[in-house]
């Protein structure tokens, strides 16, 4: 059964920095692209960041590029955003996924972690 864990979101000030991770199970996890999608309140889902197989190749929404940082260790089968001068626009419920399940319309994700951005 596939299935993705995220944790380590929180409450942060702005200029704050958090790092989530996601835990993967069930599923082939260096053979597949990964993405990090957030759910905005009163916006929707927002496509965040993905990183190839290996880790490389990293892309980022323009809202985030140059703060945020994303990463991921196949032999512990984690993914990683590292998360810096967060803005109270960032706050949001941050969810992994599958890139070719998110570009598809339909990702299998976790509980998500909340992240709150705000003085």
């Known amino acids: 059964e596939v299935q993705l864990v995220e944790s380590g979101g929180g409450l942060v000030q702005p200029g704050g920095s958090l790092r989530l991770s996601c835990a993967a199970s069930?599923?082939?996890?260096?053979?597949?692209?990964m993405s990090w999608v957030r759910r905005v309140p009163g916006k929707g889902l927002e496509w965040v960041s993905s990183i190839n197989t290996n880790g490389g190749s990293p892309s980022y929404a323009d809202s985030v590029k140059g703060r945020f940082t994303i990463s991921r260790d196949n032999a512990k089968n984690t993914l990683y955003l590292q998360m810096n001068s967060l803005k109270p626009e960032d706050t949001a419920v941050y969810y992994c996924?599958?890139?070719?399940?998110?570009?598809?319309?339909?990702?299998?994700w976790g509980q998500g972690t909340q992240v709150t951005v705000s003085s």
């Open positions: 069930g599923f082939t996890f260096s053979s597949y692209a």
């Open positions: 996924a599958k890139s070719v399940e998110y570009s598809g319309g339909s990702p299998r």
